[in-house]
């Protein structure tokens, strides 16, 4: 028996990539299997955290079998990572796998299922891992209403991506504005924090702050990656060696509670 279906791969981030160019970075992006069908993310330029914040949607999948089975028992998606070069065709970095969420047409799109929840996936390069991707998957059974049965893709819009379909609301993280500061003793210092720009510090400026947007939930923050290069002539820059800080938990500040201290004071 023929179902039909849509998917929707929510690819929100991954984090702690394999570097694959001598600059200790990387062009990543991720190619979606699913069935017969493949898509992929935009590429992200050097980063070895790369937030793409992107919908790919799958139309018109075609499954047989019975529908307790393709609720129960979906197929499995495969995610693999690539790093993309200027010459030659791209590098593969990584591969995962998932099983998406099924909603089947005589379901309500509802809680606590729906709409699905970010989760981490191991990317593995070989028997090693390499990274982590922060993505959500949900196949969407259409019905005999045909595609005006399936929830709306409800914002934001970007109108300077063009085509791309940015995570829905309700999917994505909430977002705060943090405030990220390093101070470093020696050596010419590379920060770089989540996909945001680079910020570079040097015995002259060992002071290091950028502000960042991550989100609220800890869980979801990316890792701090640091690299040392040494200044070479004519503006050139040689990597001497990397480190990546996991957890910035014990690191965040949290102002006090100005009314707790006003009680306190006063009670």
Not at 11 to 21: E, H, I, T, V
Not at 101 to 108: A, I, P
Request: charged content about 20%; aromatic content about 10%; proline content about 9%.
């Amino acid at each position: 028996e023929k179902q039909v279906f849509q998917l929707r791969a929510h690819m929100y981030q991954a984090r702690s990539l394999f570097a694959a160019d001598s600059s200790g970075l990387s062009d990543p992006f991720a190619r979606v299997f699913f069935i017969s069908q493949s898509q992929c993310t935009e590429v992200l330029n050097e980063t070895l955290c790369p937030t793409w914040d992107q919908l790919l949607v799958f139309n018109n999948v075609e499954l047989y079998g019975e529908a307790h089975e393709m609720r129960d028992d979906p197929p499995i998606i495969v995610i693999e990572i690539y790093d993309q070069d200027t010459v030659g065709k791209a590098d593969f970095m990584g591969r995962t796998f998932a099983k998406p969420v099924v909603k089947m047409s005589d379901e309500d799109y509802c809680p606590p299922r729906f709409p699905p929840q970010l989760e981490y996936y191991q990317i593995y390069r070989g028997n090693s891992t390499a990274g982590d991707l922060l993505a959500a998957f949900e196949l969407l059974q259409i019905g005999p209403g045909g595609k005006s049965d399936l929830p709306p893709i409800d914002g934001p819009t970007d109108m300077d991506r063009g085509p791309i379909l940015p995570v829905p609301l309700g999917i994505r993280p909430v977002l705060s504005k943090y405030r990220v500061e390093v101070i470093t003793l020696e050596h010419q210092i590379l920060v770089l924090c989540g996909s945001g720009e680079p910020v570079h510090g040097s015995l002259d400026n060992q002071h290091i702050f950028a502000s960042q947007d991550l989100p609220e939930n800890e869980l979801l923050h990316p890792p701090l990656n640091i690299r040392v290069v040494d200044c070479r002539a004519f503006g050139r820059y040689t990597l001497v060696g990397s480190h990546a800080v996991s957890s910035l938990r014990k690191f965040i500040y949290r102002p006090p509670d100005k009314k707790a201290q006003h009680w306190n004071m006063t009670g």
